[in-house]
């Protein structure tokens, strides 16, 4: 084992440089290294897959967040999930599929020191695929799923509202409401992901944003009102939702994709008098906080998606670390058609 | 009795045309009418005080708000005291004070089937002054008794800044944040302002946010950051508040007089995915949803005025029903110190 794994070179891209507006390939340095192998209570993951969350922009800006920002010269951060090819570690024996934040590079080497930090934890396939754990049973599921029970509160009959419908988090919340009973109105860009949302997700109805006014929509397919809106896009939606939303809505923001790569001040929300007029609520979401609760949603989860109440869909960029500059600008032009994962390795 | 009444001349100010920016005399007009005998189960009320509340103005603007709008050519809607001078209701009796809308009129006549709608109730002049029951005994007070203990749910320990802290229902806020065990930071303009609230009131700190920059005095005077933020004045300021909130911290949205005479469109929060950022809730606050528990708060408030724990402060402009049009702005320069009351009549 030892032989085969000094031959091995891990490829890394770091962030050289911060970005002004939609990060390009300037942003980005790359780096080989050689595979160490692990020391006393280490494991060592050779990674396949990398989640690409809108997030991740966050991660590149300097200043105060929920976490730090992703230093200079660093692997830049990433979600991911792989499987171990050398362990001195009890808890993990090489084969073991895992996930975890492996950042973007193609091998992973967790030290005895840093495994509690590291969120590494085993995955069970039968439970769901690889790229499904990165999406409805991974960070954009768990995400989805308590900012929108936590948060939200959905009551049956009541209708909740979802932007980025077809996204990762989106098609999760979408589903969630629908099983609670709720009617839910998807907000998603062109024809193809409102149909699939509709058709495929069984959302009662969803609004093509780049089709024509959201207002309009909202009009149309919310005829009781907005009781629960699910935030990932921010900018006029928001907007346009909070002129919509009944008596004691609750706006959960999850996030503000259309703000990201603004080089003006974030647009707020010119109708958040709306929260005053309806005695509403607009609450953040970072989830991390029910880190002690995700076994209990993916466990959920993982029953809708064996008993077909729940569908997942990923958008698989191939092409390993190498095409990490350009896949992740995708998200911001809504390029994706579901949860945006880069294929690093074959399993 | 009937011989008196027929004497009497109702003035009354009513909404001419609706304001763009500022109201000016402009807006109203003015009528007289004979003050007629109260019919079968009504009251005939003396009104001796009217509240000017920023919220009039919003009820001047057309469009869906928590309550319809003024009609042009409507008495305008005010809350009130006064006394009975005729009644055929044995609830009230003449020489009777009360509460409720009269709107800015000198008589008020409550018809048998206007009563519920109207909020005519009784006030003991024991449990506050006349005054006082327009101020923390009256709507202001409820506004923040309730916004402050139902949503912003402050804790012993916690920070709580409060904007307009010198009007009407900041000074409420703060007190009962102070009985409450918090940090209390007041936000006022001007230095006899801020100086009252701090050493009146007992607020810890208040900031003059006319001499310079609030996100400064809210470094220095909230060094642990800010855990309930109480907001009566929207813009700029809830901006500087949003960058200094903790985790999990609760804004209160109760008003916006900052932007209710803009002829431009709101200024939106745009700091607001701070509410991510930190887990934090803003929510807005309607006192009419408390009405079943108004008489629990006043109890409460009665006993700290009594024991003087609380202190009421009223800016009474004389003139009577005549003096509304000038009166009304003060508000929006900020140049009422305490609530702004319109004295009518002698008692």
């Known amino acids: 084992m030892a032989a085969t794994l000094t031959t091995l070179v891990n490829h890394q891209c770091r962030l050289a440089v911060r970005p002004v507006g939609l990060p390009t390939a300037a942003n980005w340095q790359f780096t080989e290294e050689a595979v160490a192998e692990p020391t006393e209570g280490g494991v060592l993951i050779k990674v396949l897959a990398l989640s690409l969350d809108p997030a991740m922009r966050g991660w590149m800006n300097e200043g105060k967040s929920y976490i730090p920002p992703v230093g200079i010269g660093e692997v830049m951060r990433a979600g991911g999930v792989g499987v171990v090819?050398?362990?001195?570690?009890?808890?993990?024996?090489?084969?073991?599929?895992?996930?975890?934040?492996?950042?973007?590079?193609a091998y992973w080497s967790v030290a005895a020191d840093q495994l509690r930090r590291s969120g590494l934890a085993k995955i069970d396939l039968r439970a769901g695929t690889l790229t499904q754990w990165l999406n409805v049973l991974g960070m954009p599921g768990m995400t989805g799923y308590f900012g929108l029970m936590d948060v939200g509160q959905p009551k049956p009959g009541e209708t909740v509202v979802v932007s980025g419908a077809a996204g990762a988090v989106g098609q999760t919340v979408g589903q969630i409401a629908k099983?609670?009973?709720?009617?839910?109105?998807?907000?998603?860009?062109?024809?193809?992901?409102?149909?699939?949302?509709?058709?495929?997700?069984?959302?009662?109805?969803?609004?093509?944003?780049?089709?024509g006014p959201v207002k309009?929509?909202?009009?149309q397919h919310c005829p009781a009102g907005v009781d629960v809106y699910f935030d990932n896009v921010g900018g006029d939606?928001?907007?346009?939702?909070?002129a919509r939303i009944n008596r004691k809505a609750r706006i959960i923001i999850c996030g503000a994709i259309s703000q990201y790569n603004n080089t003006t001040p974030v647009q707020g929300?010119?109708?958040?008098?709306?929260?005053?007029?309806?005695?509403?609520?607009?609450?953040?979401?970072?989830?991390?906080?029910?880190?002690?609760?995700?076994?209990?949603?993916?466990?959920?989860?993982?029953?809708?998606?064996?008993?077909?109440?729940?569908?997942?869909?990923?958008?698989?960029?191939?092409?390993?670390?190498?095409?990490?500059?350009?896949?992740?600008?995708?998200?911001?032009?809504?390029?994706?058609?579901?949860?945006?994962?880069?294929?690093?390795?074959?399993?």
Chains 1, 2 share one sequence.
């Open 179 to 211: 099983i609670q009973g709720c009617r839910v109105v998807g907000i998603a860009g062109g024809p193809a992901k409102c149909e699939w949302v509709v058709k495929e997700l069984g959302f009662d109805a969803c609004i093509d944003y780049k089709a």
């Open 269 to 347: 929300p010119k109708n958040y008098l709306s929260l005053l007029v309806n005695r509403a609520r607009m609450e953040g979401i970072v989830v991390f906080d029910y880190a002690d609760r995700y076994h209990v949603a993916i466990a959920e989860m993982a029953g809708y998606l064996k008993d077909g109440r729940m569908k997942s869909k990923e958008d698989v960029v191939d092409g390993g670390i190498a095409a990490f500059p350009g896949a992740l600008p995708m998200l911001f032009s809504g390029a994706n058609f579901g949860k945006l994962v880069l294929k690093v390795a074959d399993a």
């Open 85 to 105: 090819i050398a362990s001195r570690n009890p808890a993990f024996a090489v084969g073991d599929h895992v996930t975890g934040g492996p950042g973007v590079q």
């Open 237 to 242: 939606i928001l907007d346009d939702v909070l």
């Open 216 to 219: 309009e929509g909202l009009r």
